[in-house]
């Protein structure tokens, strides 16, 4: 009930907008045309990288990284208890309890994971289930597969998160982007002494939004905003309507362990019934293998792929509406992307280039918090912290 109340709310300001022509200080603009290059490879290391360990028992998995980012997961926790508590005053109670509850019926490994998440920061139950399932229906994004003349691949996106939720006049930013900046991290997913794929996450957080299985694919997911969104599939799924439904970064996560190729994860995340509507961004090591697959609930509704023969065909870029339809007037980061990706051109494509186009109006914007650039064919992964200080669009 709570996450339903909160996206009703931010749905309704989405439909209640009124055009505004955004001022010259916000416009749209592709820092290429400038010359500009704002990629430093040595930012990468800013993000600490971390191992999850998969033959170690789920309860244990994360408390090494919970522990050291209990501090920055309670303040997340806190940013949501101030937004929240004000317009619902019991909405603590139904977190502690209906949330606590909920846990339980939660898959495995998931369950013990988060329950150990819990165990290992003292942080009640409830408010760890909240930090992992309110990425479901929260977040806004730019995917991009590229692929260069030669017909290397080039997988990159940027996580926008913190819609509606807190704007800080003091420092005009978004406050829950500005805490989950704070908590980004990598981590190397072992099993039986090898890496089975690679991720950034935000600490504590056990789903997947973007993954990269070395030699295999690459996947992003980016929010789909549609009338059967994420809290309409939650519900289903708690009285037993969906029985076989994925939570979608779980889905991701399961495609990352499972799955070894580009086909197979294609597969998968096309068919595989799902809680939430989402654009799946995938990525291989062969020319050509990159698709976006616009889900529902309970299919594929759309599929766009990289096509040699169009002349824009070499790559594919994905934001958060159908690319059959345009996007809402107020959140156009497809047009200002694209013209960024033609002023980069084909041959350029590489991890300086498509970095530079992430960096630019609006596809960087204040809820950006961090772009991350992967490779699949020699399992190169960055993750760069990104913030847009000064005159940008809040989203």
Not at 172 to 187: F, G, P, V, Y
Not at 202 to 217: E, S, T
Not at 259 to 272: K, P, V
Not at 318 to 345: K, S
Request: glycine share 8%; proline share 5%; net charge negative.
């Amino acid at each position: 009930m709570l996450l339903l109340l909160v996206f009703v709310l931010a749905t309704t300001v989405i439909i209640d907008a009124k055009y505004v022509p955004l001022p010259a200080k916000f416009a749209d603009k592709c820092i290429l045309e400038d010359g500009v290059n704002l990629y430093v490879p040595d930012h990468q290391y800013v993000v600490p990288w971390f191992t999850i360990n998969l033959d170690s028992a789920p309860h244990d998995r994360w408390t090494h990284i919970a522990a050291q980012y209990k501090p920055h997961i309670i303040e997340l926790i806190n940013v949501l208890k101030d937004l929240i508590l004000p317009i619902f005053p019991d909405a603590l109670d139904i977190v502690h309890e209906a949330f606590g509850a909920l846990n339980e019926k939660l898959p495995q490994p998931y369950r013990d994971e988060i329950t150990g998440i819990s165990d290992a920061t003292g942080i009640p139950l409830g408010e760890v289930v909240l930090y992992n399932i309110f990425y479901e229906i929260f977040t806004v994004c730019t995917s991009i597969v590229a692929q260069d003349p030669h017909g290397k691949l080039i997988h990159a996106r940027n996580l926008d998160f913190g819609l509606f939720l807190g704007w800080n006049a003091t420092i005009h930013e978004w406050s829950i982007s500005t805490a989950l900046r704070k908590m980004i991290i990598n981590i190397n997913w072992v099993k039986n002494g090898r890496i089975v794929f690679k991720s950034n996450n935000f600490a504590g957080y056990v789903g997947i939004y973007n993954g990269l299985k070395p030699n295999g694919f690459s996947v992003t997911a980016n929010e789909r905003f549609d009338s059967q969104g994420g809290y309409i599939g939650i519900i289903r799924w708690l009285i037993g309507l969906e029985p076989n439904g994925k939570w979608m970064s779980w889905l991701t996560r399961e495609t990352m362990e499972e799955e070894t190729t580009y086909q197979g994860a294609f597969n998968r995340l096309s068919t595989q019934d799902i809680l939430s509507p989402v654009y799946y961004i995938i990525g291989g090591i062969n020319p050509g293998e990159g698709a976006i697959i616009t889900r529902s609930l309970n299919g594929t509704v759309l599929l766009n792929t990289l096509n040699s023969s169009d002349p824009n065909g070499w790559y594919l870029l994905e934001t958060n509406y159908d690319l059959n339809v345009d996007p809402l007037f107020l959140d156009d980061r497809r047009t200002p992307g694209r013209h960024c990706m033609q002023t980069l051109g084909q041959e350029n494509v590489n991890f300086a280039g498509i970095y530079n186009v992430l960096s630019s109006r609006t596809n960087l914007n204040k809820l950006t918090t961090y772009t991350v650039l992967m490779q699949v064919e020699t399992g190169k992964f960055e993750t760069h912290i990104q913030n847009c200080p000064g005159d940008c669009w809040p989203w």
